[in-house]
Antibody
Framework: QLQLQESGPGLVKPSETLSLTCTVS??????????WGWIRQPPGKGLEWIGN???????YYNPSLKSRVTISVDTSKNQFSLKLSSVTAADTAVYYC???????????WGQGTLVTVSS | QSVLTQPPSVSAAPGQKVTISCSGS????????VSWYQQLPGTAPKLLIY???KRPSGIPDRFSGSKSGTSATLGITGLQNGDEADYYC???????????FGGGTKVTVL
């Protein structure tokens, strides 16, 4: 059974870079026709897609965040990572990693990790 | 303001049926598959429906999805207390070049 788990600091200072890693277990990240994505949810609000990566390293980012986002993959560790630069309080959210299907459905999701941006 | 419009809340008694609408446009729902997610309080979203009307393994047939034009609908029959959650629709938007989600609908079991 495929499982995803987010890890990283829960507190980031304004203007710094948020860094999270998603570890995939129960299956290989190097699988054809699936992508690996990040989605976030500010407290009490809805879902926002951040971006995706294929195991080959091909990426696609939400244009609204593209200038600040980098997603990378480490197939040897079965992990993919998110970096979001120049964070502000508006980036405070629960960050989820998920496997993305060809037609932009997401399943399964990690349990999520709350990242707070505060000095 | 979400690109996809959902009602903020719906409610019904146990055993009844509820439907949740998701309204979009030709750049999203009109030309792309829709998925639906259930988010129980304090947990991660869970895929209920993908590619408009398909259920993943393990999802009961009380949950159904449909699409017509630029709108999609999630139906839940035989409503149970455990169905109290937030429900989100999602799809691709070719104008925004982004995956988009609805604002979410809270289902309350009376």
């Amino acid at each position: 059974q495929l499982q995803l788990q987010e890890s990283g600091p829960g507190l980031v200072k304004p203007s710094e870079t948020l860094s999270l890693t998603c570890t995939v277990s129960g299956g290989s990240i190097s699988i054809s026709n699936y992508y690996w994505g990040w989605i976030r949810q500010p407290p009490g609000k809805g879902l926002e897609w951040i971006g995706n990566i294929y195991y080959s390293g091909s990426t696609y980012y939400n244009p609204s965040l593209k200038s600040r986002v980098t997603i990378s993959v480490d197939t040897s560790k079965n992990q993919f990572s998110l970096k979001l630069s120049s964070v502000t309080a508006a980036d405070t959210a629960v960050y989820y990693c998920a496997r993305r299907g060809w037609y932009y459905w997401f399943d399964p999701w990690g349990q999520g990790t709350l990242v707070t941006v505060s000095s | 303001q979400s690109v996809l419009t959902q009602p903020p809340s719906v409610s019904a008694a146990p055993g009844q049926k509820v439907t949740i609408s998701c309204s979009g446009s030709s750049s999203n729902i009109g030309n792309h598959y829709v998925s639906w997610y259930q988010q129980l309080p304090g947990t991660a979203p869970k895929l209920l429906i993908y590619e408009n009307d398909k259920r993943p393994s393990g999802i009961p047939d009380r949950f159904s999805g449909s699409k017509s034009g630029t709108s999609a609908t999630l139906g839940i029959t035989g409503l149970q207390n455990g169905d109290e959650a937030d429900y989100y629709c999602g799809t691709w938007d070719s104008s925004l070049s982004a995956a988009v989600f609805g604002g979410g609908t809270k289902v309350t079991v009376l």
